[in-house]
């Protein structure tokens, strides 16, 4: 007895063909994740430096916290 009982027998090999290219056509878990990381582009020291030089310019950050976020992406290099 197949575990196909809500539908006639004559429908059991077209549903198991249907699960099998659905479950073909996704990928795990573990493939969608590093997937994901692949496509974030790692940001360049220069990149984050324009960024805040940015922030400071349109006043979204104050001189001071623009100077220690200088400094920590500075040590990071």
């Known amino acids: 007895m197949s575990g196909f009982k809500l539908f006639p027998l004559a429908n059991e090999a077209s549903c198991k063909t249907a699960m099998e290219t659905c479950a073909q056509a ?19 020291t220069a990149d984050k430096l324009k960024e805040i030089d940015a922030l400071l310019k349109d006043g979204l950050i104050s001189k001071t916290e623009y100077e220690a976020k200088r400094q920590e992406i500075l040590k990071a290099m």
């Open 26 to 44: 996704c990928p795990s878990k573990m493939e969608a994740a590093n997937s994901a990381k692949a496509k974030l582009a790692p940001v360049s």
